[in-house]
Nanobody
Framework: QLQLVESGGGLVQPGGSLRLSCAAS????????IGWFRQAPGKEREGVSC????????NYADSVKGRFAISRDNAKNTVYLQMNSLKPEDTAVYYC???????????????WGKGTQVTVSS
């Protein structure tokens, strides 16, 4: 079974930073675009950021531009989401997902992780 596993979530104070990791199990990420999504209680799933299979293209939701950075290390079969200047409204479960097409539409993603909780609170 193809799997993605997220890690790096936790509790952080406003203004703090976290780095999320997304590791693939039983397949290589080389040919996939990877997206990060989040869902807060009572809210719809939101596309946060995505990166192309080559890493040459990235995209961000307006709400995180200038604060979050996505990157990938294909040699380690891992994608990262560096989150800086975190705000309480960033609190959510964060998911990574793999797609054969680049973009932030969650409907095009075919392999999903189970998520990691990020809580921003003082």
């Amino acid at each position: 079974q193809l799997q993605l596993v997220e890690s790096g979530g936790g509790l952080v104070q406003p203004g703090g930073s976290l780095r999320l990791s997304c590791a693939a199990s039983r397949f290589t990420l080389d040919y996939y675009a990877i997206g990060w999504f989040r869902q807060a209680p009572g809210k719809e799933r939101e596309g946060v950021s995505c990166i192309s299979s080559s890493g040459d293209s990235t995209n961000y939701a307006d709400s995180v531009k200038g604060r979050f950075a996505i990157s990938r290390d294909n040699a380690k079969n891992t994608v990262y989401l560096q989150m800086n200047s975190l705000k309480p409204e960033d609190t959510a479960v964060y998911y990574c997902a793999a797609s054969l097409n680049y973009g932030l539409d969650h409907r095009q993603y075919i392999i999903w992780g189970k998520g990691t909780q990020v809580t921003v609170s003082s």
